[in-house]
């Protein structure tokens, strides 16, 4: 069975930071790419982050340089370090996996984040 559990949510204030980790379980996910989605209340799932089975990174315009992605395969996980966090970052987050790269295979069940003012 395959699952994908996130942890690393919670509450911090304007400013601060978060690391959400990402624990792949039930098959090998090194040829997958990897990917932090978020969706805040009446709005739409986004992406976030990617990080590609050969290792590039993509980044949604309004998290770049403060968000990083990374992965582990060794371990199958994958964490979003998130620095400088802003009120509008307040969201729920999911890991997700797909084997191509249109296509989202697996989705973890998500953790809320929320960024006080």
């Known amino acids: 069975q395959v699952q994908l559990v996130e942890s690393g949510g919670g509450l911090v204030q304007a400013g601060g930071s978060l690391r959400l980790s990402c624990a792949a379980s039930g098959r090998t996910f090194s040829f997958y790419h990897m990917d932090w989605f978020r969706q805040a209340p009446g709005k739409e799932r986004e992406l976030v982050a990617r990080?590609?089975?050969?290792?590039?990174?993509y980044y949604a315009d309004s998290v770049k340089g403060r968000f990083t992605i990374s992965r582990d395969n060794a371990k199958n996980t994958v964490s979003l370090q998130m620095n400088s966090l802003k009120p509008e970052d307040t969201a729920v987050y999911y890991c997700?996996?797909?084997?191509?790269?249109?296509?989202?295979?697996?989705w973890g069940q998500g953790t809320q984040v929320t960024v006080s003012s």
């Open positions: 997700a996996a797909g084997r191509l790269l249109e296509t989202i295979d697996y």
């Open positions: 990080s590609s089975s050969g290792g590039r990174t």
